[in-house]
């Protein structure tokens, strides 16, 4: 037997055997789903048995889900391909001119900040047919993909970079002959993330408003008290977002074999900074978020007017600054604004650093036991796909309305693009300093804490970023549903009296939050990884 035959033959029994173990990892899920369900929630009509699940879809029909998931799947794609497409388009624009960086991430940090509970309803309105769902889906694939593009660009060798230039090229040349190339994993590793958050955007969007999808359905379901509908609708949806992950995958395996020899460059590798003093680099500092607050005003009074928002929903900055600095109610306005932005700082970094540990908890599992990844990966994925507008009453009953409840929320809403960021990273360490250190006498351990998790660090601090954000949107989603206190529960309130200034006010709050805590995140990342790189 030929070389070339046996490697073909153990690849084709790895493949079975990867196969075969995440079939064991379902079937166990499934039993302990089926003994939990049946013996502790027996009789609360709250989380069904798989066995009843399978038995409403089969009454059903399988074409009533198959139906409703290609209404939701059609809507998805489109939002999927738009949004990552200008995301894309954006993060070269980054590369090429990099005195752009930061406004462009901050208007992306404000399209994946801003409340669907409240942009959702003014979608619904303004435009027709699918178009809000495909909004929404390219909303939540948006940032995610925009911030894995630009790390990925930003990761090109050095010597790659500095080989092109002294042949003449300029930076569309590096940028062509290498930064795409050594982005593609980090790249695909954000369209993993993007599948299934397409589908929930848009599932909430028909959530809110819609004549025919998973959410329609979910809605149904619940108003007329179909326990098990309403289960086999979410893994309707679970399934959905799991075949738009798994082609994802796919399409990384076939167009980039070598990403588990790449090795993880800690360096940054932007352009290299002119020594400034202290005032001259502060005053830049100013200049540029200046620009940025400009740029995004202006874009969030234009989307206003091209979208020809009605002027009693749809508020401008002018308006909300009128409301916030009116001295009327100045003290009395912002001292009840204060009180819920503290509850949402809460609530939002309970959710973050329970989500970020447990998923590095996971992570480092993973890695050291490839079974339990290839077992139990999939239905780490599928927390991410199941609309948490849906699931949220479960997770009340089960825990409370206490602040447990509101970790819970946070943590599974910023678990998952932690998880697949990490794990990923870990997978993609450098293999000759792994082997160096086992040549030794390192054990697994070693390997892991010397090699494997420092070059983990930009894909952590990239995940960082891109949960911060969720877990502001689960802070809200658990005032909401769950508390009924703070700010995101106030941005609720306000809708349903038309109180739009209010709610575009506190819309205007979340959104600055948010930005202040990707700033800080950014300024560790900076901090650490060039402490460790020696700058």
Request: aromatic share 8%.
């Amino acid at each position: 037997m030929t070389a070339l035959a046996i490697r073909m033959s153990a690849r084709t029994a790895h493949r079975w055997r990867s196969a075969l173990t995440s079939a064991v990892g379902v079937f166990a899920f499934i039993g302990g789903w089926q003994i939990v369900a049946g013996g502790l929630f027996t009789g609360n009509g709250t989380i069904p048995t798989p066995s009843g699940i399978v038995a409403q879809i089969l009454d059903d029909g399988l074409w009533f889900y198959l139906s409703l998931s290609m209404e939701t799947f059609r809507s998805a794609v489109q939002g999927y391909l738009w949004g990552n497409g200008f995301a894309i388009l954006l993060a070269m624009v980054v590369v090429l001119v990099p005195a752009l960086q930061n406004t462009i991430l901050l208007i992306g940090v404000v399209s994946y900040c801003m409340p669907i509970v409240a942009i959702g309803p003014v979608l619904v309105v303004v435009l027709s047919g699918s178009e809000p769902k495909v909004v929404l889906a390219a909303l939540s694939v948006f940032f995610t993909t925009l911030l894995g593009a630009v790390a990925g660009l930003r990761s090109s060798d050095r010597t790659a970079l500095d080989l092109v230039h002294a042949f003449g090229g300029d930076s569309l040349a590096a940028l062509l002959k290498v930064r795409i190339h050594s982005a593609l994993p980090s790249l695909f590793a954000a369209l993993r993330i993007a599948a299934p958050a397409a589908v929930l955007g848009a599932i909430v969007a028909e959530y809110m408003g819609a004549e025919y999808g998973l959410g329609v359905a979910i809605i149904n379901a619940q108003q007329a008290m179909e326990v098990n509908r309403t289960w086999a609708v979410a893994l309707a949806a679970t399934a959905l977002a799991g075949v738009g992950y798994g082609l994802a995958s796919l399409a990384a395996a076939i167009l980039t074999p070598w990403a588990r020899d790449v090795r993880t460059d800690l360096a940054v590798t932007g352009p290299p900074r002119k020594r400034r003093g202290p005032t001259r680099t502060a005053l830049l500092a100013l200049a540029r978020l200046t620009f940025s607050i400009g740029c995004i005003l202006a874009v969030w009074q234009a989307t206003l007017w091209l979208l020809g928002v009605p002027k009693f929903i749809g508020k401008g900055p002018a308006d909300v600054w009128v409301y916030l600095t009116d001295p009327v109610s100045f003290a009395q306005r912002w001292a009840l604004l204060w009180t819920e932005s503290l509850i949402l700082l809460r609530d939002a970094s309970l959710g973050l650093v329970s989500g970020t540990l447990a998923a590095l908890v996971v992570s480092i599992l993973f890695n050291l036991w490839p079974t339990l990844q290839r077992a139990f990966l999939g239905l780490a994925i599928a927390l991410r796909a199941i609309p948490l507008v849906a699931m949220t009453p479960i997770i009340v009953l089960v825990f409370g309305r206490n602040l447990v409840t509101i970790t819970v929320i946070g943590g599974v809403i910023t678990f998952f693009p932690t998880l697949v960021n990490v794990t990923l990273a870990l997978a993609q360490a450098s293999r000759q300093a792994t082997d160096l250190v086992h040549v030794y006498g390192g054990t697994r351990w070693h390997q892991l804490w010397k090699v494997q998790i420092p070059s983990a660090l930009p894909a952590l601090f990239t995940s960082l970023r891109i949960a911060a954000p969720l877990a502001t949107t689960g802070a809200m989603m658990a005032a909401w549903l769950a508390t009924g206190k703070g700010l995101g529960y106030a941005l609720v309130t306000a809708g349903t009296v038309s109180d739009y200034t209010g709610l575009w006010s506190r819309v205007a709050l979340v959104t600055t939050f948010s930005i202040i805590l990707y700033q800080v995140l950014e300024w560790l990342e900076q901090l650490v990884l060039g402490r460790m790189s020696g700058r």
